[in-house]
């Protein structure tokens, strides 16, 4: 098993671009999360889906944020226009509704600059 | 609502010894489960041990043990033996059933094993 895949690993950009940050959950999990985490504000939880519906995005910061998950594969967390304050690393993770197998496994991250 | 408490912001150990990450939680739930993840400095979250609340059993991965008191909502983490490789923030985490497995993150320990 792959693990949880993330790309990029590493994004630098410059403030007011538009920021796309990639995940593929494991195959066979039907749940998918987006974290923040920095020093300031540790690990947020951004959103989660469900068998691809959103079912809560209170930790999106703001209209900049979007999320989207068109199948079970491919989740996409998409910032515009950046700004400095949201250099951070972005966890996606994924879990599975088997029962006794109810455990959230994450990706590897993108630490994202914005200069 | 669920909040996780980790009242140790950081802790050391000598090498070889022993030492427990202290974590309490909140909630009115009575099936639950509980984790603990290890963030090394490469940042990767990685599970290092799963409590399902119904057990009265503590769980143990190798070095690796919990001290689940459910009356006292109390989830601490022995690491026996520690290792230079147990240098990590470790991130205690709450998740109730049935709900999409949203997890609750206390605000983590970071550790540091001194040789």
């Known amino acids: 098993d792959a693990g949880v895949i993330q790309s990029p690993r590493h994004e630098v950009t410059e403030m007011g671009q538009e920021v796309t940050l990639r995940c593929k959950p494991i195959?066979?999990?039907?749940?998918l999360f987006w974290y923040r985490q920095t020093m300031m504000r540790g690990l947020e939880l951004l959103i989660y889906?469900?068998?691809?519906?959103?079912?809560?995005d209170s930790g999106m910061p703001e209209d900049r944020f979007s999320a989207k998950m068109p199948n079970a594969s491919f989740s996409t967390l998409k910032i515009q226009p950046s700004e400095p304050r949201d250099s951070a690393v972005y966890f996606c993770?994924?879990?599975?509704?088997?029962?006794?197998?109810?455990?959230?496994?994450f990706g590897p991250g993108t630490r994202l600059l914005v200069l | 609502a669920q909040t996780v408490t980790q009242s140790q912001p950081e802790m050391s150990v000598q090498e070889a010894e022993t030492v427990t990450l202290s974590c309490t939680y909140d909630?009115?739930?009575?099936?639950?489960?509980l984790f603990w993840y290890k963030q090394p400095p490469s940042r990767q979250m990685i599970l290092v041990i799963r409590?399902?609340?119904?057990?009265?059993q503590n769980a143990t991965e190798n070095r690796f043990s919990v001290n689940f008191q459910k009356a006292a909502k109390s989830f601490s983490l022995k690491i026996s033996d520690s290792q230079l490789g147990d240098t990590a923030m470790y991130f205690c985490?709450?998740?109730?059933?049935?709900?999409?497995?949203?997890?609750?993150f206390g605000t983590g320990t970071s550790l540091t094993v001194i040789p």
């Open positions: 993770a994924s879990s599975t509704h088997m029962t006794g197998k109810e455990t959230q496994y």
């Open positions: 195959s066979g999990h039907n749940s």
């Open positions: 889906f469900n068998n691809n519906v959103p079912i809560d």
């Open positions: 909630t009115s739930e009575s099936n639950y489960y």
């Open positions: 409590q399902e609340a119904y057990k009265q």
């Open positions: 985490a709450f998740m109730k059933t049935n709900t999409g497995n949203q997890f609750y």
